[in-house]
C-alpha cells in the first residue's frame, strides 16, 4: 500500500497537510492511507487541511473524523452521492464539495450547528431546490451552489453575507429579501433565466460585483445607480444589451446632434440669434464624453431613453453616462484611468 501525504509542515516540522488529490483512489484505498498516517504519526489530530478531490469516492471515509481539528476539507470532483454531517466531528472554516452527485436528499436534515464555517462550495451537483439547511451556518461568508439546476432562491437568503453564487441554474426570480444582504459584495446570478431585478437590490451598499450575464433581462431597475461600490457589473447575451448596442451602431444622428457636436468640438462662441434658438437650446445639454480617451461630445436629448450604454473597452459603461458616439462602442482601450466620479463603474461586460 502506497502513502501519500503533503510535505506542507510548520516550524516544527509536523505535516499540516494530507494531500490525496488526483490519484483517483478508490474509498478503501483513501481511507487506508488515512489510518496508516494517524498510526504513523502521533500529532496526527494537528492536520488543518485535507485534499481529497479527483478520487473515486462514493462516501466520505469514516476515519476523517478522527482528524478533529482539520479546518479545510475538499471533497471535490469525487462522484459523491451522500454527504454526512461532517461538521459534526471536525471544526472545518472551509467545505468544498462541488462537481459530485449530490441533491438534496444527499445532505443531512440539518447541519449541525458550526459557528466558524466560513466558505461552503456546493457548485456542480444536483441541488433542484435551494438547501435551506446552510441557512444554519450564521457565519457562513462565501456560499457557492452554481450548475445545479435550482428554480428559487430561499427568502431566508438574508440570513447570509458576502459572497453569493447562483450561476448556472434554472432562477426565474430573485427573492426581495436579497436586498437585506447589507454586507454582500459578490452576486453571481448569471446563466439563469431571469426577466428582472427586485428594486431592492439598491440596498446592497457595500456590492462590488454583479455578475448578470446570459439571462433574459430586458431592462434593470433605476435603483441600481445607488450601487456606488459596483465596480464589476457583467450584462453580456441578455435582450437588453442587444437593443442597447444595436440603437448605438445603427441609429444615425440627427443634423441637430452634428450642429451642436461640432460648435463644441471645436469651442465655437455663439450668442443669441446666431443660430436657430432650438440649436442653441440643445447645445445646453453637451456633455464631454465620459470616456478619457474620447474628445467627442455626448447630448442627454440624444440618448435619454438609453440607461446602460458601451464604455469603449469591451463594452465598458459608468451607470446613467453615456458616450459622443457609436464609434466608442467599437474602439478598444483595454486599461484607460478611471473617470473622477467616484460611482463610475470599473468594468462593466456587455458583450
Not at 481529497?52 to 478533529?68: G, M, T, V
Not at 452576486?187 to 439571462?215: M, R, T
Not at 482601450?333 to 467616484?342: I, K, N, Y
Amino acid at each position: 500500500m502506497d502513502n501519500y501525504t503533503s510535505d506542507s509542515s510548520d516550524s516544527d516540522g509536523v505535516n499540516k497537510v494530507i494531500d490525496f488529490a488526483y490519484l483517483l483512489l478508490e474509498p478503501e484505498a483513501v481511507e487506508q492511507n488515512l489510518e496508516a498516517y494517524i498510526d504513523e504519526n502521533k500529532r496526527f489530530f494537528e492536520i488543518e487541511k485535507i485534499i481529497l478531490h479527483h478520487n473515486q469516492l462514493s462516501a466520505i471515509p469514516e476515519n476523517l473524523i478522527k482528524f478533529s481539528n482539520v479546518k479545510v476539507l475538499d471533497i471535490s470532483n469525487n462522484g459523491l452521492t451522500t454527504l454526512p454531517d461532517i461538521l459534526e466531528y471536525c471544526p472545518l472554516t472551509t467545505l468544498v464539495a462541488k462537481n459530485n452527485l449530490l441533491n438534496n436528499a444527499s445532505l443531512p436534515k440539518c447541519f449541525s450547528n458550526c459557528t466558524i464555517l466560513r466558505e461552503l462550495n456546493l457548485s456542480g451537483n444536483q441541488l433542484r431546490q435551494f438547501p435551506e439547511q446552510v441557512l444554519n451556518f450564521l457565519n457562513l461568508k462565501y456560499l457557492y451552489l452554481g450548475g445545479n439546476g435550482m428554480q428559487q432562491i430561499s427568502k431566508n437568503i438574508w440570513k447570509l453575507k458576502k459572497i453569493l453564487s447562483f450561476g448556472g441554474n434554472e432562477l426565474t426570480e430573485v427573492p426581495a429579501s436579497l436586498g437585506l444582504l447589507q454586507h454582500l459584495q459578490a452576486l453571481v446570478l448569471c446563466d439563469n433565466q431571469l426577466e428582472s431585478l427586485p428594486a431592492n437590490i439598491a440596498n446592497l451598499h457595500k456590492l462590488k460585483s454583479l455578475f448578470l450575464h446570459k439571462n433574459k433581462l430586458r431592462t434593470l431597475p433605476p435603483e441600481i445607480i445607488a450601487l456606488k461600490n459596483l465596480t464589476e457589473l457583467s450584462l453580456r447575451d441578455n435582450p437588453l444589451v442587444v437593443r442597447f448596442v444595436s440603437e448605438m451602431s445603427y441609429n444615425p444622428a440627427s443634423l441637430l446632434e452634428l450642429s451642436a457636436r461640432s460648435i463644441k468640438l471645436h469651442d465655437i462662441q455663439v450668442g443669441p440669434g446666431d443660430i436657430p434658438y432650438t440649436l442653441m437650446n440643445y447645445l445646453k445639454s453637451g456633455h464631454r464624453c465620459v470616456n478619457p480617451h474620447c474628445k467627442g461630445v455626448y447630448f442627454d436629448n440624444r440618448v435619454e431613453h438609453i440607461k446602460f450604454v458601451d464604455f469603449c473597452g469591451k463594452y465598458r459603461i459608468p451607470l446613467l453616462q453615456y458616450l459622443c458616439s457609436a464609434k466608442c462602442a467599437t474602439t478598444r482601450h483595454e486599461d484607460f484611468d478611471r473617470p473622477a466620479r467616484s460611482y463610475m463603474m470599473k468594468k462593466v461586460l456587455l458583450g
